[in-house]
């Protein structure tokens, strides 16, 4: 079960009003690498993987993405919540404006919604941890494009706070890939 | 939300995080007893201040004691918080 607590896992600073620096942090909501698809990910693989130690490695890392989740949504709200019309009009969040106001929506930068197609589980822990630690190069990836992009130094902090986070989750699933293939007795390294 | 009580929720938010990190890592060395150390260390001090702060401030979580009215949903959700640079 999950239990709520009201704070963020980090301070989240927003220093101006930016619709269009919005619309891009909202790839990381409901994009393809976004914490919405880690989080979901990581969680679904739970039941079936075979070793105790990857399994908490699966839920406490699922759990933190549900948490930066919750941070890039507080990016997107506090760079629109101010913002007039005028403001919003002829940014990439008009078309996001009027579908869904200013509410929070999961879809991509493009306006693709987000679609559980985004992650796998496959009942194989290999082929699992695989695409875990390909999922946080991705996500630190997509931080990085959106670091270059950021003209706001509070959002930039964030940003660079939650790329960080993605190195830390890598490092995680590669031990945790080393554990199971300790366990089949057949270590291999890459 | 004054400043001292951000402060307070800030100071939370490290021991949190540090918790955290120390506990992603025990799970992949849980046989490592200096990080058990740390964790053990910071897990103590973390819950003395989350045990003050909600008397102080109001109940961060749902399942503490309030008095009267509940006073669960008068303190600020995290996203209207304003955090200011250190
Ligand atoms: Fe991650």
New interface residues.
């Given amino acids: 079960m999950w239990l709520y607590e009201k704070k963020l896992q980090y301070p989240v600073r927003v220093d101006t009003t930016n619709p269009t620096l919005a619309a891009m942090i909202i790839e990381q909501f409901g994009g393809a690498d976004g914490e919405l698809s880690a989080g979901l990910r990581y969680l679904s693989q739970r039941w079936t993987m075979p070793d105790k130690r990857v399994v908490a490695t699966l839920n406490d890392i699922g759990t933190e993405e549900l948490a930066h989740w919750e941070m890039i949504g507080t990016l997107v709200y506090r760079l629109t919540k101010d913002a007039t019309i005028e403001q919003i009009k002829g940014t990439p969040f008009e078309a996001h404006y009027v579908n869904h106001g200013k509410s929070l929506y999961p879809h991509n930068a493009a306006g693709s919604p987000w679609t559980a197609t985004y992650f796998n589980a496959k009942d194989d822990p290999i082929a699992d941890l695989h695409e875990d630690m390909a999922a946080e190069e991705k996500a630190r990836a997509t931080y990085e494009w959106l670091i270059n992009i950021s003209d706001d130094p509070g959002v930039t902090d964030t940003l660079r706070f939650l790329r960080q986070r993605e190195i830390n989750h890598f490092q995680r699933f590669g031990e945790s890939l080393m554990l199971m293939q300790d366990n089949n007795g057949c270590r291999k390294h890459y | 939300m004054d400043r001292v009580q951000i402060d307070r929720?800030?100071e939370?938010?490290e021991y949190?995080?540090a918790l955290?990190?120390t506990?992603?890592?025990l799970?992949?060395?849980?046989k490592d007893e200096r990080a058990l150390r740390i964790h053990n260390n910071n897990s103590a001090q973390y819950f003395r201040l989350k045990e003050a702060y909600e008397m102080d401030y109001g109940?961060?979580?749902?399942?503490g004691m309030s008095g009267y009215p509940w006073n669960?949903v008068e303190?600020p959700?995290?996203?209207d918080?304003d955090?200011?640079?250190i």
């Fill in positions: 929720l800030m939370l938010m949190e995080f955290t990190e506990a992603l890592y799970n992949t060395h849980p109940l961060l979580t749902n399942q669960y303190e959700w995290p996203w918080i955090f200011i640079r």
